[in-house]
């Protein structure tokens, strides 16, 4: 198992360096906030990362799209500010009390962020936990079935573990 971190603005590093020598191997990064716009730490976590050396391997965008409209927008706007960055990855993050009981619509928003994400070329996947999948994506297993999943897990205060196959 690989020790990774996840970055938003929440989270003010002062030393990378420090970040690095404590074992992190990888890091996500939130890319866009709810305005679409660049999570306001973006830049500077970017920054800051690769001066130490710690590989990007994707970024996620915390959803707040309940319509396919409004999905639309949001995943142009990650692509047009994490595709520059080379950020290869999309993960989509389902959580958030107005993309709850959606139904089978849930399902034309993910599908509207997937079709984005891969006609950027970009990787796509979802981010959530039990306490969103297991009422609200589980009745549509079947069709996420070849999105991969990383789990939300909180074994630790404000820490976060990716399961990878």
Do not use: C
């Not at 970024?59 to 409209?69: K, L, P, R, V």
């Not at 994490?82 to 599908?111: F, H, Q, R, Y």
């Amino acid at each position: 198992m690989k020790k990774g971190i996840d970055l938003a603005k929440w989270n003010e590093i002062t030393d990378y360096t420090s970040v690095k020598n404590a074992g992190v191997q990888f890091a996500i990064l939130k890319v866009i906030n709810a305005q679409n716009n660049p999570d306001s730490r973006f830049q500077e976590h970017l920054n800051g990362l690769n001066s130490a050396g710690i590989p990007i391997i994707g970024g996620y965008t915390y959803s707040y799209a309940n319509t396919t409209d409004k999905a639309k927008r949001a995943a142009d706007a990650y692509v047009q500010t994490a595709k520059p960055k080379n950020i290869n990855t999309m993960w989509l993050d389902l959580e958030d009390n107005v993309v709850k009981g959606l139904g089978s619509n849930i399902i034309n928003i993910i599908n509207i962020y997937k079709q984005i994400a891969e006609s950027a070329n970009l990787k796509f996947g979802i981010y959530t936990g039990a306490a969103y999948y297991n009422p609200y994506l589980k009745p549509y297993a079947k069709e996420i079935a070849d999105i991969p999943i990383w789990w939300a897990r909180y074994p630790f205060i404000r820490e976060r573990t990716i399961t990878a196959d």
